[in-house]
């Protein structure tokens, strides 16, 4: 059964940082990866998918990467910034569509 | 596109009671999701549906929750009756394309059994 973890489970770092979130899985036999973000009260937003044959996406000041070898991610944001504070989820894909949710990284950045 | 639209945005019952959440996935979408959120248990995946047929439904719970999409722009997911380990966020997906992946989720159902 394919587990999903996210470490650290919450962050707080000062405003400018560079930062990483991890995500590791199980089994190595995913169709893709998705970064996502949830606001408090909100539902979740996608992020960066990135496909099983490739090795990192990137959208402005983020960017993750895929290991798939070692089933492992990681969410690097880039000058951090206080809009950034949010819970970070990671989720692999099982089959065509069905995901696998991690517990989530809740991240603060402080002014 | 006015994204993934769910209703209610909240709903306090009593035990006991019919509990009926609404969701409009985007159109043009094949695949729609219904998903839970607990602080003990995550997200965890109900069941989804293809072209509104049911194709998986190992994470419904038990036979108190059923889920129907009637067709393209309307599914529905009722619990009866309802109990108090109910209380969740429920939320509602919708996705394109086979090996795409990437969902789109609604702003989700916040539902308080008492």
């Known amino acids: 059964k394919q587990e999903v973890t996210q470490i650290p489970a919450a962050l707080s770092v000062p405003e400018g940082e560079n930062l990483v979130l991890n995500c590791s899985f199980t089994?190595?036999?995913?169709?893709?990866l998705q970064w996502f973000r949830q606001d408090p009260g909100k539902g979740l937003t996608s992020l960066l998918l990135i496909q099983s044959s490739q090795r990192e996406q990137t959208s402005g000041r983020l960017n993750a990467s895929l290991d798939k070898s070692s089933g492992r991610s990681t969410l690097y944001i880039a000058a951090s910034q206080p809009g950034d504070s949010a819970t970070y989820l990671c989720a692999v894909s099982e089959g065509a569509q069905k995901l696998v949710f991690g517990q989530g990284t809740r991240l603060t950045i402080n002014p | 596109d006015a994204g993934v639209i769910q209703s209610p945005r909240h709903e306090v019952t009593e035990m006991g009671q019919e509990v009926t959440l609404r969701c409009k996935p985007i159109?043009?979408?094949?695949?729609l999701f219904w998903y839970r959120q607990t602080m003990m248990r995550g997200l965890e995946l109900l069941i989804y549906?293809?072209?509104?047929?049911?194709?998986?439904d190992s994470g419904m719970p038990e036979d108190r929750f059923s889920a129907k999409m009637p067709n393209a722009s309307f599914s529905t997911l009722k619990i009866q009756p309802s109990e108090p380990r109910d209380s969740a966020v429920y939320f509602c997906a919708s996705s394109t394309g086979v090996g795409t992946g990437e969902l789109f989720f609604g702003e989700g159902s916040r539902l308080t059994v008492l």
């Open positions: 159109s043009g979408h094949d695949y």
């Open positions: 089994d190595s036999a995913i169709y893709n």
């Open positions: 549906f293809n072209n509104n047929v049911p194709i998986d």
